[in-house]
């Protein structure tokens, strides 16, 4: 009768470690469309070596920051900043002509300078993808769903744009008679 019983709690100990490794898959299986998601690399708006870089960085990122650029959703504090970044930049290369010719503290200056744009760009990039793992309504099992920076704030602004349209002009309704 022993060897029953210890071939009973061998089977619910494999039975366990089974239930785990199960689990363990599920819960994998659920997590993985959220880290499989794939995050492309940019390259940087802003990279410049010399002047003449600088100057065609500088014209490019300025064309992109229209309404229909990649960067449109640059606010105007943030493009005072990029304007401003992109002028100190000028500034070392008007003194300096190329990095290589720079002293140490002029080189970090223009690092830092070049990473503040590029921070703001990539943060405002429209082709930016952004995805979510949300469970629906009426679901435990979560969804991964992805849509650029440019889609996420062109519905937030139509949604404002559409309740302000809609909402401030409604006629008043009148209490009492």
Same mark, same amino acid.
């Given at each position: 009768?022993?060897?029953?019983? *210890?071939?009973?709690? =061998?089977?619910?100990?494999? *039975?366990?470690?089974?239930?785990? @490794? ?8 659920? &997590? ?10 940019? #390259? +940087? ?8 870089? &600088? ?13 229909? *650029?990649?960067? #449109?959703?640059?606010? +105007?504090? #943030? ?6 970044? @992109?002028?100190?930049?000028? $500034? ?5 002509? !190329?990095?290589? !010719?720079?002293?140490?503290? $002029?080189? =970090? ?10 921070? =703001? &760009? ?16 009426? $679901? @435990?099992? %979560? ?11 062109? $519905? ?14 409604? %006629?008043? @309704?009148?209490?009492? *008679?």
């Amino acid at each position: 009768m022993y060897p029953v019983a *210890g071939y009973g709690m =061998i089977c619910r100990e494999q *039975g366990m470690k089974f239930n785990a @490794l199960v689990l363990t898959a599920v819960v994998g299986a659920l &997590l993985l469309p959220a880290w499989a998601t794939r995050v492309d690399a940019t #390259e +940087p708006a802003v990279k410049a070596a010399n002047k003449d870089d &600088l100057i065609a960085a500088s014209a490019a990122v300025h064309k992109q920051m229209v309404p229909g *650029g990649r960067y #449109e959703f640059v606010t +105007p504090a #943030e493009r005072d900043v990029v304007d401003a970044k @992109l002028g100190d930049m000028q $500034s070392l290369f008007d003194k300096y002509g !190329t990095v290589a !010719t720079m002293n140490q503290d $002029s080189k =970090i200056q223009l690092f830092n300078d070049q990473e503040s744009v590029n921070a =703001i &760009l990539t943060n405002r990039d429209g082709d930016r993808r952004i995805c979510k793992s949300v469970a629906p309504t009426g $679901s @435990l099992i %979560p969804k991964t769903t992805c849509h650029t920076y440019g889609e996420i704030e062109r $519905s937030h602004r139509d949604s404002q744009k559409y309740l302000q349209d809609n909402l401030l002009h409604m %006629p008043q @309704l009148k209490h009492g *008679g």
